[in-house]
């Protein structure tokens, strides 16, 4: 099961570049920047009450904002599921328009 997910730190990153509002809105994305989504506790009691063993975390929406939020986003999912390796596994995010993005998924692969 793929489940949205945002690390805390990418969550923070996202909610400066929002000025604070509870929403990022602009030319290329529109986002509730909700507390849940980095709330592991929440996501882990909400995958025990359907019975989900695993989850896939991502946000593939966040690949919009560029290749150096997508480096952050892999890394710092990478970490949570190094945390919980029975319960989530990173899904790679990267920018489409940015033509290092087959280095960054090699790194995806490779290195986290």
């Not at 991502?58 to 599921?81: D, F, I, K, M, P």
């Not at 596994?89 to 990267?94: T, W």
């Given at each position: 099961?793929h489940?949205?997910?945002?690390p ?6 996202l ?19 909700s ?7 929440a ?68 290195e986290?």
């Amino acid at each position: 099961m793929h489940h949205h997910f945002l690390p805390e730190r990418v969550l923070d990153r996202l909610r400066r570049l929002a000025g604070g509002a509870p929403r990022l809105v602009n030319e290329v994305i529109s986002i509730t920047l909700s507390p849940l989504l980095a709330d592991r506790e929440a996501h882990l009691s909400a995958m025990d009450a359907a019975g989900i063993g695993t989850a896939l975390l991502t946000y593939s929406g966040v690949s919009v904002l560029g290749a150096e939020l997508c480096r952050e986003l892999n890394s710092e999912l990478a970490r949570v599921e190094s945390e919980h390796p029975n319960r989530f596994r990173a899904a790679a995010h990267v920018d489409l328009d940015d033509p290092a993005a087959p280095d960054e998924l090699r790194r995806c692969v490779g290195e986290l």
